[in-house]
């Protein structure tokens, strides 16, 4: 890293003969001894350097463009020489081909073999020879002392800040994260990412031992907690909503729209027209139908997946039934779709502006496009929209003009809300991300 650091200074010092320094450069650690940045005793940080760039080396995040490219991912060890990722909710196996590649030259490669270390996350069997233990290093095979102490080598000679995460085995105790925090600082790394092993559902990366270390859950548990809390909110708009329902539906001035308020149930006719919307979910097709009353309001809504039978389709079916129940009742569809709208959960498909978080979420979408395909609303809301999941407002980042990208509530912490930063939704409550 030594070498990279130098190289590319002195190719920035060619730059800077050519078209000058950088603006800051007298001010920077680089510039002449009267201006130049110097450290809590006064002494120079960097002899003075003529540079036409003040930051050159980083240790960036490159998961993704890595697998794409089918190489080392930055400074990590590889994960597991067999393991499982999770890409877009979707669980793909990913194996070594070096490693397949060797035993099958050796002789030493057989599928029973290979599917024994795709379950223990370990490659420590007597088939496999002892050199090739030793060459095919895991993430869990090095310390998280040495993961530490590897990254802190680097940070001596890189500009910028290491992505770098050292890994925890399933039983790390808090003491563990502690002493490497510790460790880190007395390092001088600009900063420590920790990950223990199996501590939540769906991580990016892992093995059957993690599986089957990690706290059991399911998808119907987490969907009913959702339901009910989509229950309490939707009981907790119709309060406030009762008075300025009178005359507000959709932003516009109605006044015929005052029996809506009432919070009587309106009686189901024997006949409505309504339209199905199919659209894409975490737990696959969902279909969304929506029927209208003879004044063509949004009057019910069923919602029904593609795969028959399962927790997940009644979770749906009931969804349904209370967004039915709150329409009959006066709450308007836009507070139902505001309720749905950025509940996350742990699968997500699609990218973009049309990325769905969650059931709950896909179906606010489908109530979404109903509502702007049926009030001729030409543009479409922008991915960061002006109101968080937990009802406050999102402000315009600092100097940016642009706004962050608020997705939902943290599926960790429930506290934190999701932020795209960086090519990876992020917490910064609690620190969770979906890159692992």
């Given amino acids: 890293m030594g070498f990279f650091n130098e190289a590319s200074r002195k190719a920035s010092e060619k730059l800077a003969e050519q078209r000058g320094v950088f603006p800051a450069w007298k001010e920077s650690i680089w510039g002449d001894d009267s201006n130049c940045a110097r450290d809590s005793e006064g002494d120079r940080i960097r002899p003075k350097r003529k540079l036409r760039n003040c930051n050159l080396t980083t240790v960036a995040p490159t998961g993704t463009i890595s697998i794409f490219a ?124 920790v990950y223990r092993d199996g501590s939540r559902s769906g991580q990016v990366l892992s093995t059957g031992k993690t599986e089957k270390s990690g706290e059991e859950s399911t998808e119907s548990s987490a969907a009913v907690k959702r339901l009910e809390q989509l229950l309490a909110d939707t009981r907790e708009t119709a309060h406030n909503l009762k008075v300025e329902l009178d005359t507000v539906y959709l932003g516009q001035e109605d006044e015929d729209r005052t029996a809506a308020a009432s919070r009587a149930k309106r009686k189901r006719p024997d006949i409505l027209r309504g339209r199905t919307m199919k659209m894409s979910s975490p737990l696959g097709d969902l ?105 406050s407002q999102v402000l315009p980042v600092s100097g940016s003009g642009q706004e962050t990208a608020f997705l939902g509530s943290c599926p960790d912490c429930g506290a934190g809300q999701l932020s795209y930063e960086e090519g990876c939704v992020k917490c910064h409550i609690c620190g969770y991300s979906e890159c692992g």
């Fill in 70 to 193: 089918g190489c080392s991912g930055g400074i990590e060890p590889i994960f597991a020489v067999a393991f499982m990722r999770n890409q877009a909710g979707s669980m793909m196996p990913d194996v070594n081909p070096d490693f397949v590649a060797r035993a099958e030259q050796e002789g030493w490669y057989s599928e029973d073999l290979m599917v024994r270390i795709a379950e223990e996350g370990h490659i420590h069997f007597p088939e496999v020879p002892r050199q090739v233990q030793y060459v095919f290093k895991t993430s869990h095979d090095i310390t998280p002392e040495w993961h530490v102490r590897m990254q802190a080598a680097f940070q001596q000679h890189t500009d910028s800040a290491i992505s770098k995460t050292t890994n925890f085995p399933h039983e790390a105790t808090e003491q563990d994260v502690r002493e490497i925090y510790e460790l880190a600082y007395e390092l001088d790394c600009k900063g420590v990412t």
């Fill in 287 to 391: 279909y969304v139908t929506i029927n209208e009353d003879v004044s063509g309001h949004a009057f019910e809504v069923f919602c029904t997946l593609g795969k028959a039978g399962g927790a997940a389709t009644a979770d749906a079916e009931a969804i349904g039934r209370l967004i039915s129940l709150g329409l009959r009742s006066g709450i308007p569809i836009p507070a139902v779709r505001d309720q749905l709208r950025g509940i996350s959960s742990d699968r997500a498909v699609g990218l973009g502006p049309g990325k769905v978080l969650s059931l709950p979420d896909a179906i606010g979408q489908a109530l979404e496009s109903y509502m702007s395909e049926k009030h001729g609303v030409q543009e479409t809301l922008p991915l960061t929209a002006n109101v968080g999941a937990d009802g």
